[in-house]
């Protein structure tokens, strides 16, 4: 037995220029089993189809963001590259300080 339940959602693109797109969306979920009596699995053999509509529109709309707003991103990005250098720095710094005391004291002994 095989089954197969489609589901259909309304979708709306409208791009940059205004211009809108009116299509749907499927998903598709197959299941099938054996219908023989060996195992006790009980059906009717065939292909079956459920369809499901969507009571809800997904609309997608296109915008373009201002310069400001990529720049401020660009900001963000370097700002977060300096803090990870930066963290990475004080690692290395205080972690050759230490090897560098132990290493002393192991002399001195």
């Known amino acids: 037995m095989y089954q197969y339940f489609i589901k259909i959602v309304p979708t ?15 998903s ?8 023989g009596s060996v195992l006790g699995d009980t059906g009717l053999p065939g292909v079956f ?13 296109e915008s373009q963001r201002s310069f400001m707003h990529f720049l401020t991103g660009v900001c963000a990005i370097v700002g977060g590259i300096f803090t990870v250098a930066s963290l990475v720095d004080s690692f290395i710094y205080h ?12 002399k001195a002994s």
């Open 12 to 26: 709306t693109y409208t791009k940059v220029n205004g211009e809108t797109l009116y299509t749907n969306q499927y």
């Open 28 to 35: 598709v979920t197959k299941h099938s089993k054996s219908t």
């Open 49 to 61: 189809f459920s369809y499901e509509l969507s009571p809800m529109m997904v609309k997608y709309t």
């Open 95 to 106: 972690s050759s300080k230490v090897i560098a005391k132990k290493i002393e004291l192991g």
